[in-house]
């Protein structure tokens, strides 16, 4: 294993000695580890809050990796070794921390100093140290079926169907994934929501369907009475909902091991045009501005003034180069993300895996495996753009077809690791 060293330096001047804190940085804390003949945008992201939005809270510009907090690197504990030094350095969240204290020989002073020191340095990691959980697995905990539906074709296919899923995604995590220290940060629960009268976490995946799964938790948990009744706004911005990082320690590992774990997911070539199509072909105060104006100004020859001052009319050729330039003029965006990233289906062992391509039967199936009450069903209404036709496999390959069979292979590269673990077929015949 190669070890990138990132030096940062925090001095600590007393009468008597000089304290130096060494950052050793190993870059396979950070990103997954990449496997021969994988082309894969690896770079840790920082996720934004919100799924979809028009306003300037809507696709916070991820951070950089030295953004993220720093993980001290343990195995098996659900707390952190008594006497060790966590720190923060440069927000980053997957480091190992290694701490040298350098002090001279001078020995006038020597307990005043330590003590002195004892006392920083407390401060300090009290106020810097992320909150791990350190878990060998998250627990399965699927709902059986019922006796009633044990003689039930239908329920018994579906059940099948989520078997042979999770089956697929295990397979392609031991292969693929180091898993050899599973500590699970809030970072990799910031994406999940969380219902606790039926013991639900549903970890939200943009331009799959989350609108309409938030909605169907509000009224689980007797915020509303019909999926009807909630507007789009309130859904995003109205925080009815808890995110499972908002818990303690103690609340996270709970819920994680007792609760039932979900998510939903797409195709990820319809998913990013869907994502295209409703940041950037409509009015939007924080696409245009942030990611328009900088695709602009990177990508398009001739730019015009007015399309430079204003962000719109991106193109989805200049989407794509921007979405494959390892330079970036801005950052990621949780709409066009890797599901695996978002959601890190190789560190919590989700119960139930949907498909936005079977969501009516996969959204209906997995309510009536918890218990839900009759009458609510998934909603099939469309959140955003209700007049426009959906996004589907005929006009995803409308778009693409503007694209050099080169740049089809790396944006097929770049969502190569959920192709896979969803199992989903390769979009076009002529990618390998």
Known sequence: MRLTCM?????????????????????????????????????????????????????RIRKSTADELSVVKQ???????????????????RQNNIMFLVKDHQKKGAETNSIRFHKRRRRFVIKKSPILIAMNSSTLNLPTLKSEDRNNDKWKSLYQIQKERKRIMGETCSKY????????????????FVEDKYRILYCEVPKAGCSNWKRVLMVLNGLASSTKDIQHNTVHYGNYLKRLDGFDR????????????????????????SAFRDKFEHPNNYYHPVFGKAIISRYRVNATKEALRTGSGVKFKEFIQYLLDVHRPVGM?????HVNRLCSPCLIDYDFVGKFESMEEDANFFLHLIGAPQNLTFPKFKDRH??????????????????????????????????LMFNYSKPFEDLY
């Open 177 to 192: 994934k180091s898993n050899n220290r599973r500590i699970i940060t809030p970072y990799h629960v910031s994406r999940i």
């Open 333 to 337: 965006d949780i709409h066009w993300d």
């Open 75 to 93: 195995r098996g504990s659900l707390y952190p070794p008594e006497n060790t030094p966590t720190m923060l350095q440069s927000g980053d969240r």
């Open 7 to 59: 030096f940062s330096f925090i001095l600590l001047f007393g009468a008597a000695g000089l304290v130096v804190f060494i950052h050793l940085q190993d870059p396979e804390e950070i990103v997954h580890q990449q496997t021969p003949g994988i082309k894969y945008n690896m770079g840790l992201q920082q996720p934004k809050k919100d799924c979809t939005s028009s306003n300037n809270q809507d696709g």
């Open 250 to 273: 103690k609340g996270i590992y709970h819920r994680l091991n007792t609760y039932t774990k979900m998510l939903f997911i797409r195709e990820p070539f319809e998913k990013l045009v």
């Open 386 to 419: 209700s007049n426009e036709e959906r996004t589907t496999t005929k006009i995803t390959q409308q778009y693409f077809a503007q694209l050099s069979p080169s740049q089809r292979q790396r944006s097929y590269d770049f969502y190569y690791m959920d192709y």
